[in-house]
């Protein structure tokens, strides 16, 4: 396998989710809750763009949708555990950090009119 190729397809890969991304955040923007937002947005950058080990070719990484997919139609739901588990691990990661940013976020405004309120002072 050509590593050329292999850094070219995941140049276009990468070209091609993030205008998915940058799609999917257009079509959630109206949603009023923030959380929820950033949320989907990061769970669907985890699907997207998590790496995983190919199964079959020692040494390459490979976006893990599409290996999963592939390697649950090829060998079925019991050899594709191991990528389900990356994942899962992923999708729990932006479940995480979309708490943190929610908590984080919620602190800077419970201390915005402070900063204000001395500002006009």
Same mark, same amino acid.
């Given at each position: 396998?050509?590593?050329?190729?292999?850094?070219?397809?995941?140049?276009?890969?990468?070209?091609?989710?993030?205008?998915? @991304?940058?799609? &999917?955040?257009?079509?959630?923007? *109206?949603?009023? /809750?923030?959380? $929820?937002? %950033?949320?989907?947005?990061?769970?669907?950058?985890?699907?997207?763009?998590?790496?995983?080990?190919?199964?079959?070719?020692?040494?390459?990484?490979?976006?893990?949708?599409?290996?999963? @997919?592939?390697? &649950?139609?090829?060998?079925?739901? *019991?050899?594709? /555990?191991?990528? $389900?588990? %990356?994942?899962?691990?992923?999708?729990?990661?932006?479940?995480?950090?979309?708490?943190?940013?929610?908590?984080?976020?919620?602190?800077?405004?419970?201390?915005?009119?402070?900063?204000?309120?001395?500002?006009?002072?």
């Amino acid at each position: 396998m050509n590593p050329e190729d292999v850094k070219f397809a995941w140049q276009i890969y990468l070209a091609v989710g993030g205008v998915a @991304v940058l799609l &999917w955040a257009l079509l959630i923007w *109206k949603l009023k /809750v923030t959380g $929820l937002k %950033v949320l989907l947005i990061l769970m669907a950058v985890a699907f997207l763009f998590t790496p995983v080990a190919h199964p079959d070719v020692e040494g390459l990484l490979v976006p893990g949708s599409v290996a999963m @997919v592939m390697h &649950w139609m090829s060998h079925g739901l *019991k050899e594709t /555990v191991p990528i $389900l588990l %990356v994942m899962g691990f992923a999708q729990i990661g932006a479940i995480v950090l979309s708490l943190v940013f929610v908590l984080l976020r919620h602190q800077w405004l419970k201390r915005q009119p402070e900063v204000s309120a001395t500002a006009n002072n």
